[in-house]
């Protein structure tokens, strides 16, 4: 009978892990995407696109990403209490506090850079940042697969940085959000196979 209700319990805040991995995915293949079709390496320019459209789209994707995660999560988990319920909304305002606070710095010190160089960085910060809040969330979940994915975002992320202005919009679009698209299939399929987190 235990295991019964503990399954009972577990159908009810199951979601499906594409709602998780694909808003975000889908936000950064196509923003980082139309970043460097607009901002390519050494100022090439793929695609004759108005200088503010990449960054506006990518800003309304991430926005609408967080959104429905916030729904997401709170239909899944809205019912539950806790302790769990209380680590769940101690981690969403860690997400809220830290993007802010880290917006607020970056406003502050990139008018300093060069144009190509205020990209990079504003993309660095804050995809380094979601890296270790996924990092986090998977330490305090002991969820192997959210701490694999923000493994993954950070050394994605150290690549992009290297290779540099441009290049680094591609390595974001490709490998980060690509990989986060791959990643919501799989964890997915590992769900419906009964394998464990």
Not at 11 to 28: K, T
Not at 90 to 109: E, K, N, P
Request: hydrophobic share 55%.
């Amino acid at each position: 009978m235990i295991e019964e209700q503990r399954a009972s319990a577990l159908r009810q805040i199951y979601v499906d892990d594409r709602w998780w991995f694909w808003p975000w995915g889908f936000a950064w293949l196509v923003g980082f995407g139309l970043i460097f079709l607009r901002f390519g390496p050494d100022g090439r320019v793929f695609v004759n696109l108005p200088e503010w459209l990449p960054t506006a789209v990518l800003v309304a994707l991430v926005v609408a990403a967080g959104v429905i995660s916030g729904v997401t999560g709170a239909r899944a988990y809205g019912h539950l209490a806790g302790e769990s319920a209380k680590r769940g909304a101690y981690y969403g305002w860690a997400w809220m506090v830290a993007f802010t606070s880290m917006t607020v710095i970056l406003i502050r010190i990139s008018d300093q850079l060069p144009a190509d160089l205020q990209r990079l960085v504003w993309a660095a910060v804050m995809v380094g940042l979601t890296g270790a809040l996924h990092l986090a969330g998977g330490a305090i979940w002991l969820n192997r697969q959210l701490f694999l994915l923000g493994a993954w975002i950070s050394v994605v992320n150290v690549a992009g940085v290297l290779a540099g202005p441009g290049w680094q919009s591609l390595i974001m679009c490709l490998a980060a959000g690509g990989g986060m698209i791959v990643f919501g299939l799989v964890a997915s399929r590992w769900h419906r196979r009964g394998r464990p987190a």
